[in-house]
């Protein structure tokens, strides 16, 4: 069964070229990442991905070099994975055909999911909240997540309050450079998507205390 595509979907606030990161030098730059890195951010997402059924829909958006839309179709679910680049998508393409996976893969913008309301068991947002400074840009793209999902929402954002975070903050005081990754406030997140009719259902930190990186994990709660 096709994706069924969302023809009235909200126009988004932020303007799609300046957001466009994942060219071919980016792409060729992440697919250099640290084996140790790759696995660290995979068990992440192993340790904070609900159980879900065989064939379960699923998005990865945005998907950049496909490393986590193939741990997703590795999995046997129905995979969609959309991202703003060209280069990202016909990468991700590339690396799920030399694995054998099937998943559509598609340009798309994440402030303007092609897909109908409450058509995916699980949305997946990995690394892309920290590069929006604004609040109100951070709620908008948790919404748009939030709307295509009947189960549910992960998002990945770097806590604040990490030894990595406030190193940055010290540095960001002291030189008065800010650090071009945002830090987000899980109370924030956990207050957009209680908007949205979610509630946390857990939190998972790469390395709790430490590391910035952490998977918020939010569950559709029923009408």
Known sequence: MPDTLNLNAPATAAQAPSRVKADTATIEHYTRRRPEKHRAEMQLVSRAFPALPPEARVLDAPCGAGRLTLWAARQGWKVSALDLGKAAVDHTREVLEQAGKPARVQEGDVFNLPWESRYFDAVICFRLLHHFAERAERREL??????VSRGYVLVSYLAPWSYTGLKRRLRAAVGGHRHR???T???????D?????FRLDRDVAQ???FHSLHLA?????RS
Request: glycine content about 4%.
């Open 193 to 197: 998507m209680e908007a949205e009719g």
């Open 217 to 221: 994990r939010f569950v559709r709660q």
């Open 142 to 147: 948790v919404r748009e997540m939030a709307r």
């Open 185 to 191: 406030p899980l109370s924030e997140l956990v207050a």
């Open 181 to 183: 990754q945002n830090h």
């Open 207 to 209: 390395r709790r205390f």
